[in-house]
């Protein structure tokens, strides 16, 4: 069973960084999608950036592109999402989580939306003081 656990959270000021980890174990392929997902007060959950375990392709929501990185340890064990020149507006629950690739006309597929996902770490909170 795919486990995902997500740390790193916290208070930072307009302008900071901080760095996510999420711990990932369970995995039965290579042929996975693991991403960030963020959810603020009184808005729907959406997707910040996700990686292909299978190629290494990375996506990023407009909003965050440029500013954030995912990235993977060696081992692929731990993923990471660094955010630089953080703003007000990131404040959120940050979520991991993962699917599996679907294989569909010679290509792997995976959506970084929520509804694409289908194991979820617990969340951590960061918040973006102005």
């Known amino acids: 069973e795919v486990q995902l656990q997500a740390s790193g959270g916290g208070l930072v000021q307009a302008g900071g960084s901080l760095k996510l980890s999420c711990s990932a174990s369970?995995?039965?392929?290579?042929?996975?999608?693991i991403g960030w997902f963020r959810q603020a007060p009184g808005k729907d959950r959406e997707g910040v950036s996700c990686l292909s375990g299978r190629d290494g392709h990375t996506y990023y929501s407009d909003s965050v592109k440029g500013r954030f990185t995912i990235s993977t340890d060696s081992a692929k064990n731990t993923v990471f999402l660094q955010m630089t020149s953080l703003k007000p507006e990131d404040t959120a629950r940050y979520y991991c989580a993962a699917t599996y690739l679907q294989y569909r006309s010679g290509t792997w597929l995976y959506a970084c939306r929520p509804y694409g996902m289908d194991y979820w770490g617990t969340g951590t909170l960061v918040t973006v003081s102005s």
């Open positions: 369970g995995f039965i392929s290579g042929d996975y999608a």
